[in-house]
């Protein structure tokens, strides 16, 4: 299983140790690509809309993010990392979710999310982790990614060598039912009843033409028509 671990923040925290430990009860080293944000990518979206009206290569980012999307485009499973920052991911997590808003089922989805498994892990202090898992859920979820699994602490701690034997057995016991499930699903293509819906709604929506850029890549793809890619 090749695993890509996307860190919204740059240094090897708890949250850091949490996505770690499950990718490693999956996968050898060679098969985990880890990134940190905003060390490799840290740029704001400047709202030119060029991704979502003309095409993603019109991104001024573009170059700098896309050794990520190779990566993300590469693996079986895509693990987000972010602690909990009032209340909500990263701002860094949040500016990378931002660059890929062309890449949501409702636009130009890539084809290969409908065949991968997400993870997203929070920690915090003591709460936050439901709406900071949300955040990174969403997107996977909107790329198309049809099961997402989320694990969220409150460690009562601001590092992971503070964190109590307790709680530690906790996270081992979380870490590895996840890693259980993931390691019996066969990775097929699927699709959720969120992405069913959606995808529904605008296979007419481009068959009746609404964002010409969009309208092309359903139609090359045959997604206004009868094709889909998920298996039916
Ligand atoms: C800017 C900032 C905001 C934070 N906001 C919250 C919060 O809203 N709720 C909370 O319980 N902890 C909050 N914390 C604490 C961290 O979420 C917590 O210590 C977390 O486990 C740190 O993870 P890390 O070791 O991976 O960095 C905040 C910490 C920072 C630096």
Redesign the pocket.
């Known amino acids: 299983m090749k695993i890509c671990i996307i860190n919204g923040?740059n240094?090897r925290?708890?949250?850091?140790h949490i996505g770690r430990m499950l990718a490693d009860k999956l996968a050898d080293a060679g098969d985990i690509t880890e990134f940190f944000l905003p060390r490799d990518f840290g740029e704001f979206c400047c709202g030119c809309t060029n991704c979502f009206m003309k095409s993603a290569e019109k991104c001024p980012h573009y170059e700098k993010l896309s050794p990520i999307t190779r990566a993300v485009d590469e693996a079986d499973l895509l693990i987000l990392t972010s602690?909990?920052?009032?209340?909500h991911c990263t701002g860094a997590m949040k500016a990378w979710l931002d660059h890929y808003g062309w890449r949501w089922i409702v636009h130009r989805p890539e084809e290969k999310m409908f065949s991968k498994r997400g993870v997203v892990i929070s920690?915090?202090?003591?709460?936050?982790m439901r709406p900071t898992n949300k955040d990174m859920a969403d997107s996977l979820s909107f790329w198309g990614v049809p099961k997402i699994y989320k694990l969220g602490y409150?460690?009562h701690?601001?590092?992971?060598s503070e964190i109590s034997p307790k709680m530690r057995a906790k996270i081992e016991r979380g870490v590895s039912a996840v890693a259980k499930k993931l390691e019996k699903d066969d990775l097929a293509p699927r699709v959720s009843i969120k992405g069913r819906l959606f995808f529904t709604v605008f296979h007419f929506a481009n068959k009746k033409g609404w964002n010409p850029a969009d309208g092309e890549y359903w139609r090359e793809k045959g997604w206004t028509e009868d094709v889909r890619p998920w298996k039916k």
């Open positions: 923040q240094h925290g708890s949250t850091y602690p909990v920052y009032v209340y920690t915090a202090a003591g709460a936050g409150g460690v701690a601001t590092s992971w």
